[in-house]
């Protein structure tokens, strides 16, 4: 059972580059999420999604992008890399909204140069 | 709106001692309350969680939780510490708009010396 999948697990990115940070789960879960956290921060809502085809802006949106054709996958999309999306990002999916614990990728870990 | 607050930034414990981990939380409503763990370059794992049953929460690896709504707080403990219990610690609420949504504490770096 492979839950959350998140792949790449390390990048580096020049500044303006573009990478798309692929999540995947295999729980049939209809609530995804990506998050980033930085030192002394804790986690931050970027996207989230409630089911296929509908997505949502969290609390840090800026200079990312999502999609969620499917199910199991929910991309993030990074445009024009900048230093200040050095990160790392966490992909989580829920099978409800409520009560009910997130399950959480490995994590990517990007560094904008 | 909903929030938690983590006392400490940093905590330090030697190995066998007890442990306590603090977290305040603000809310308008009954919250669901969680404790996650994040071992070094490693994803986030639930401890235990509380969602208005018993205020006593036990968890996995020996940690428990209280919920105390006089107090506005949800602390996590453990008996005795082991060297594996080192590690980020974060207390975190459900956000009230029925999509699932997390707001994390700032974490706290549980040492264990041995």
């Known amino acids: 059972n492979a839950g959350v999948t998140q792949t790449p697990k390390f990048r580096i990115l020049k500044i303006g580059q573009s990478m798309t940070l692929q999540c995947t789960q295999d729980?049939?879960?209809?609530?995804m999420y990506w998050y980033r956290q930085d030192p002394g921060m804790g986690l931050k809502l970027i996207y989230y999604?409630?089911?296929?085809?509908?997505?949502d802006k969290g609390e840090v949106p800026n200079g990312y992008n999502v999609s969620r054709s499917t199910t199991e996958d929910f991309p993030l999309r990074l445009e024009l890399a900048a230093p200040s999306q050095t990160s790392v990002y966490f992909c989580?999916?829920?099978?409800?909204?409520?009560?009910?614990?997130?399950?959480f990728g490995q994590g990517t870990r990007l560094t904008v140069v | 709106a909903q929030s938690v607050t983590q006392l400490d930034s940093h905590v330090s414990v030697s190995e066998g001692t007890p442990v306590l981990l603090r977290c305040n939380y603000s809310?308008?409503?009954?919250?669901?309350l969680f404790w996650y763990v994040q071992h070094p370059n490693k994803g986030l794992q639930l401890l235990l969680k509380?969602?208005?049953?018993?205020?006593l929460v036990k968890g996995i690896n020996g940690f428990e939780a209280e919920f105390k709504k006089s107090e506005t707080s949800f602390h996590l403990t453990k008996p005795s510490a082991h060297m594996s219990d080192a590690a980020e610690y974060f207390c975190?609420?459900?956000?009230?708009?029925?999509?699932?949504?997390?707001?994390f504490g700032q974490g706290t770096t549980l040492q264990v010396k041995p």
């Open positions: 975190v609420v459900s956000d009230l708009s029925n999509t699932g949504k997390l707001i």
């Open positions: 729980m049939n879960h209809n609530y």
């Open positions: 809310s308008s409503y009954s919250p669901s």
């Open positions: 509380y969602t208005s049953a018993a205020t």
């Open positions: 989580a999916s829920s099978y409800r909204a409520e009560n009910t614990e997130a399950f």
């Open positions: 999604s409630v089911g296929a085809g509908i997505t």
